[in-house]
C-alpha cells in the first residue's frame, strides 16, 4: 500500500495500480474512451490526461501507476487544459449528428463534451467519413461517428477470443474494420454495442425506436441459460425497445450473450397468442378465462376418476419460472400424480436417486477464472453457456483447459489436451483418467472421499483398462493444480448413459481432488429441482410416496392427458418424434405457452397464453443456487395472464387444497420455506458401477439459438451466422502454452 | 505446427521463399510466432508483386493469428501493396529535406509526362508512383527509390532519363 493524493484527498492504494483506477474506487471522476475496466490499457485516446507533480508533461491516468507520495491533480488548469485540447482533436471528424444518433443521450462522448469541448470549432476543413459497414443483423454501424477507442478490437481479441474487428490502415485513413465485408458473429458480439463510447455502434433491432430519457428501466433476468445473467430491461409506451446488461460481477460481470440481449424480439411474433381458444370437434375457437379453465379442470378431473392419475403428466420448459414449476408440480401432486418432469433432453435416468438436490456447479461462477486446471466432459460452453465460457477463458491465462467429449467443439481458448471419443469409448476414456489417479494418488485425498465414495469394485472395473500418455498427462493437469474442476456439459448430460459418465467425473473429482459439478440446460434448471418438478422428489428434495414416471417413459409409453407449462416437446425433447406422437395419441392436451404454431394447434385442446418473463414476475435460480427474483416489465399482450395465476386458479377449480395465493413472491415463500424446513438432507454416496458399456448413444446437439420457443421465434437472432450453424472459429491447435491476452 | 500439417501458403509460395519464412519463424518463440508477420509478408509480397486477400488469409494461417492481424499490418505498413502495381514501383521522398529540394517538382513531372499521382499506376503497367516519408538519403536529396535502387540528387532531367532508359 501506497499512500498517493488526488485533488487534495489523501489516499491508500495497492502500490502498482493505475490512476485512473484509485480515482474510479474513490469516486473522482476523471473523462475516458479508451479505458475499460475488463479491458487492457490502451491509452490511445488521451482524454484521461492529469497533472502528476514533477511531471513535466500531462500523464495518462489510465496508464499511469501509482507510486508513494505521488501528487496528482486532475482538476489544475493544466489538466482542463490538456483534457480540453484532446476533445477538440477527439472532435475535429465526429459528425455533428446527435439528433439522429441512437447514442445521443447517454453518449459518453456527448457527455464529455458537454463538459470539456469548446462551443464553436475551429475546424474549417472537411471532416472525414468513413464507409460504412455491414456487421450483421445485429449491430448497426455509423463508422464516421468512431472515435478509434479500440474497445471493440481489444474486446473481441480479450474477452470473447475471436477477433473479427481490427484497426485497418493508419493515421488519418484508420477506420475500425473487419477489412472483408464479413459479419461479426461471435456468440457475444453485442457487448461491443456497450462498450461503444459513442454512436458508431448501436442495436440494430432497436435503431431509431426510443430516445435513451424516454425509456424505463427494469431489472430482469435472462432465462437461456443456467447463468442467469442479469438484464435490464429498457421499455417505452408498454413495448420493450431493447435489454442491456445489468451489472453483476458474481453472475454475468457486465456482459450478456447474444440471446440474452435480443431474445425479448419474440415478444410480439406472430405466433404469440393474445386469447384461450378451446378446440371443438377440430375446429379452434377463441374463448375466454373461464371457460378455458373450467373445460381444462373438467377433463383432468374426468380422467383422474375414470383412467386413475397415474394417466396424465406435466411437463415444463427448464425455462420456466420456480413458481410456475412449484404450483404445476403441486396441481399434478394434488390430482395424486408424480409424472411431472422438464428434463426434456436428459436419456438416462438410472442415476437420478443419487442425484444432489439440485444440479450445481461446485464452486462460484467467478472462480471459474482462478482455475489451474479444468477438465471439461462433453461440455461445449460457448454454446452452452456463453458467459461462463468467458470465465473460463481468463483461466486459460495461466491454468490448463483439457477435453474430453465425443464432438469436435470450437472453443474460444486452447485445450492443453483434447480426447475426442466416440460413443462406445467415452467412458473407457474417462476410465483412463480414473485409473491413473487411483494407481498414482490412491491415498492422498483418501481421507477427502472415504465418506462419499465407496470403492468397492474400482480396481477390478478398471483393472482391463489401459491408461494412455493422454489420460496420464490429464490425471496430472488435475493432480498439480491447487484449484482444479470436472465440469460436465450438455453432451455428458444428454448422453444415454450420463449416469456412468457422472459417477467416473465424480470418481476423478474425488482422486484429483478436484471440485466436480455440471452445467445443466435452460435457464431454471435448478429451480425446476428445487420447485419439485422431477417424478422421483417433491419440492425441496421430499420424498414421494411413489415416484412418477420419468419424461422418457411418458412420451414413449404415453399418457392420456397432458400438461404443458411452456414447451414444445416436438422440438426440445431428445426424442421429438415420440413426444409428438405421443401427444397427438392424447385425449386431452392444455398447453399453457406463449407461442403457438400448427404443430401444437394440431395436438393440443385447450390452449391457454401465458405471460413471459418479461411480462410477470417471478425467479430463476441459477447453477451457484442463486435465487433471482423479478417482476414484470412491461404488460402482458391481449389476454396474456402469468402462468402461476392460472395454475392457482386451476388448483382452486379442481378443489385443490393450499391454493390462495394472491402474489408470485408468496409460492417462493412457501418453496424456500419447504427448502429450509428439509435442508440439503440428499447427500449421495459414489456407487462403484458394475462394468462400462460399451452401446453408449449420444443424440446430437442442439443449436445454440433453437433452444427454447423464444430464441427459435427472435427475428434478429435468426439471420445470424450461428443460427444457421455456420461455424467462425477455427479449431485452436492444442497448445502446451497458455493463452496470451492480446495473443488471438 | 507439426510440419506434417501443410498450410496454404505452402501451396502459394515457392520452396526458396518458403524456407526464408520458416526461418523467420524459427527466430521466436512458437505461441508468438506472429511476431514475424512482417518479413513474412514482404516475402510473400516479393514473390507475387502485391497482397491480395488470398495471400493475407494465407499468411494469417501460417502463424496461427486472426486474418484481422494480418490486414492490419498490411495496411497499416506503407511497403505493402493491396493493388497489383507496375513493373517500376517509383518511390519518391517528399519529406522536407526533398521538398526543399525539389521533390515537388519531379512529382509534377510525373503527372505531367506520365499522367501518374501518387499511389496510381501508367496504363501500360510499366511505372507506379508511390509518395514515402523519409528514407535515410537526405544528404542526397531529393531522391527517389526504383524497386531496390535508390537514384539521389535527382532534378527533373534526371529523372526523365532515367525513367526513359527503364522504358
Known amino acids: ?412 481458448f486452447s485445450l492443453s489436451h483434447e480426447i475426442l471419443a466416440d460413443a462406445e469409448t467415452w467412458l473407457i476414456q474417462l476410465a483412463g483418467i480414473t485409473k491413473y489417479l487411483y494407481q498414482h494418488q490412491p491415498d492422498k485425498n483418501k481421507e477427502q472421499w472415504a465418506d462419499t465414495m465407496d470403492i468397492e469394485g474400482l480396481e477390478e472395473l478398471l483393472a482391463p483398462i489401459n491408461v494412455s500418455q493422454e489420460h496420464r498427462e490429464i490425471g496430472e493437469m488435475l493432480l498439480q493444480g491447487e484449484h482444479s474442476s470436472i465440469i460436465l456439459g450438455a453432451t455428458a448430460l444428454e448422453f444415454s448413459y450420463a449416469g456412468q459418465i457422472r459417477l467416473m467425473a465424480k470418481a476423478i473429482a474425488n482422486l484429483s481432488g478436484s471440485t466436480y459439478g455440471f452445467l445443466p440446460h435452460g435457464g431454471n434448471s435448478v429451480g425446476a429441482y428445487l420447485a419439485g418438478a422431477i417424478p422421483h422428489r417433491g419440492p425441496a428434495g421430499a420424498d414421494v410416496e411413489q415416484d412418477g414416471q420419468h419424461i422418457k417413459d411418458i412420451f414413449e409409453q404415453g399418457k392420456k392427458g397432458f400438461v404443458l407449462l411452456k414447451t414444445e416437446p416436438g422440438k426440445e425433447s431428445v426424442i421429438g418424434e415420440a413426444a409428438k406422437q405421443s401427444l397427438h395419441n392424447a385425449d386431452f392436451v392444455v398447453s399453457l405457452t406463449c407461442h403457438a404454431d400448427d404443430e401444437a394447434f394440431e395436438y393440443a385442446d385447450v390452449i391457454l397464453p401465458i405471460a413471459s418473463f418479461l411480462e410477470s414476475s417471478g425467479s430463476y435460480v441459477n447453477v451457484n443456487g442463486l435465487w433471482q427474483e423479478f417482476s414484470a416489465s412491461i404488460n402482458a399482450p391481449g389476454e396474456a395472464k402469468p402462468a402461476w395465476k392460472v395454475l392457482r386458479v386451476l388448483g382452486n377449480l379442481l378443489n385443490l387444497k393450499n391454493f390462495e395465493y394472491v402474489s408470485a413472491q408468496e409460492v417462493r415463500k412457501e418453496v424456500k420455506g419447504r427448502l429450509s424446513a428439509v435442508g440439503d438432507r440428499i447427500k449421495p454416496k459414489w456407487q462403484c458401477p458394475e462394468r462400462l458399456p460399451r452401446d453408449g448413444f449420444s443424440p446430437r446437439p442442439v443449436n445454440m439459438y433453437q433452444i427454447d420457443g423464444w430464441l427459435r421465434r427472435a427475428p434478429s437472432l435468426q439471420q445470424t451466422a450461428l443460427a444457421k450453424g455456420q461455424e467462425i472459429l477455427k479449431r485452436p491447435r492444442l497448445s502446451p502454452f497458455h493463452n496470451i491476452v492480446g495473443g488471438v | 505446427m507439426t510440419n506434417s500439417e501443410t498450410t496454404k501458403l505452402q501451396e502459394l509460395l515457392s520452396a526458396e521463399a518458403l524456407e526464408q519464412a520458416a526461418n523467420w519463424v524459427s527466430k521466436y518463440p512458437e505461441e508468438r510466432k506472429r511476431a514475424a508477420i512482417i518479413p513474412i509478408l514482404t516475402i510473400v509480397q516479393e514473390e507475387h508483386g ?65 499522367g501518374i499521382g501518387p499511389g496510381e499506376t501508367t496504363e501500360d503497367g510499366i511505372f507506379t508512383l508511390k509518395e514515402v516519408e523519409c528514407m535515410a538519403a537526405c544528404g542526397g536529396a531529393p531522391m527517389l527509390e526504383v524497386n531496390k535502387q535508390f537514384h539521389e540528387n535527382l532534378t527533373v532531367d534526371k529523372v526523365a532519363n532515367l525513367i526513359h532508359e527503364l522504358k
Request: aromatic residues 6%; proline residues 4%.
Open chain 1, 1 to 412: 500500500m501506497v499512500s498517493i493524493e488526488i485533488d487534495g484527498k489523501k489516499i491508500e492504494a495497492e502500490q502498482g495500480s493505475m490512476i485512473i483506477e484509485v480515482a474510479d474506487a474513490h469516486g473522482i471522476t476523471i473523462p475516458r474512451f479508451c479505458y475499460h475496466k475488463k479491458l487492457s490499457i490502451a491509452a490511445n485516446c488521451r482524454m484521461c490526461l492529469v497533472e502528476v507533480d514533477g511531471g513535466r508533461k500531462p500523464l495518462p491516468a489510465c496508464a499511469t501507476p501509482i507510486s508513494d507520495g505521488m501528487v496528482i491533480n486532475t482538476q489544475s488548469d493544466f489538466a482542463q487544459d490538456s483534457q480540453k485540447s484532446v476533445m477538440e482533436f477527439l472532435l475535429i471528424n465526429h459528425p455533428l449528428d446527435c439528433p439522429i444518433c441512437d447514442q445521443g443521450g447517454e453518449c459518453e462522448l456527448q457527455d464529455v463534451a458537454l463538459e470539456y469541448g469548446n462551443d464553436v470549432s475551429r475546424f474549417s476543413e472537411k471532416k472525414r467519413a468513413v464507409v460504412d459497414e455491414d456487421l450483421g443483423p445485429l449491430i448497426e454501424t455509423e463508422m464516421t461517428r468512431c472515435i478509434h477507442c479500440t474497445r471493440c478490437v481489444r474486446f473481441g481479441r480479450e474477452i470473447a477470443g475471436i477477433r473479427e474487428l481490427g484497426a485497418v490502415g493508419r493515421g488519418e485513413h484508420m477506420e475500425i474494420s473487419t477489412f472483408i465485408e464479413q459479419s461479426v458473429d461471435s456468440e457475444v458480439s453485442g457487448n461491443i454495442i456497450d462498450l461503444c463510447p459513442v454512436g458508431a455502434l448501436t442495436a440494430k433491432p432497436s435503431r431509431y425506436q426510443a430516445r435513451a430519457w424516454e425509456m424505463t428501466q427494469h431489472d430482469s433476468v435472462s432465462p437461456h441459460d443456467c447463468i442467469g445473467a442479469n438484464i435490464h430491461v429498457h421499455t417505452l409506451r408498454d413495448r420493450v425497445i431493447r435489454v442491456v446488461p445489468k451489472d453483476n460481477e458474481a453472475v454475468n460481470e457486465v456482459w450478456l450473450a447474444d440471446r440474452d440481449r435480443y431474445s425479448y424480439e419474440a415478444i410480439d411474433k406472430s405466433e404469440r397468442l393474445l386469447t384461450p381458444m378451446i378446440k371443438h370437434n377440430g375446429e379452434w375457437k377463441e374463448t375466454d378465462w373461464e371457460s378455458a379453465l373450467e373445460r381444462t379442470a373438467s377433463k383432468l378431473n374426468m380422467m383422474v376418476q375414470t383412467d386413475g392419475a397415474n394417466q396424465i403428466a406435466a411437463i415444463a420448459h427448464p425455462s420456466s419460472t420456480t413458481e410456475e414449476m412449484y404450483l404445476l408440480q403441486k396441481v399434478m401432486r394434488g390430482l395424486g400424480s408424480n409424472n411431472i418432469d422438464h428434463r426434456l433432453r436428459i436419456t438416462d435416468f438410472s442415476c437420478q436417486q443419487f442425484e444432489p438436490l439440485h444440479p450445481e456447479l461446485g464452486i462460484e461462477l467467478s472462480e471459474l477464472e482462478n482455475l489451474d486446471a479444468a477438465l471439461l466432459i462433453g461440455a461445449n460452453l460457448r454454446k452452452e453457456q456463453p458467459l461462463a465460457s468467458l470465465r473460463l477463458r481468463k483461466a486459460t491465462r495461466f491454468g490448463r483447459v483439457a477435453s474430453v467429449g465425443l464432438y469436435p467443439v470450437y472453443h474460444n
Open chain 2, 50 to 114: 502485391y497482397l491480395t486477400q488470398e495471400l493475407m488469409d494465407a499468411v494469417a494461417e501460417y502463424l496461427s493469428c486472426p486474418k484481422i492481424a494480418a490486414y492490419e499490418v498490411a495496411t497499416f505498413y506503407s511497403m505493402f501493396r493491396l493493388k497489383e502495381a507496375g513493373k517500376y514501383v517509383v518511390s519518391l521522398c517528399t519529406n522536407v529535406s526533398c521538398m526543399l529540394a525539389g521533390s515537388e517538382d519531379i512529382k509534377k513531372w510525373f503527372k505531367d509526362e506520365l
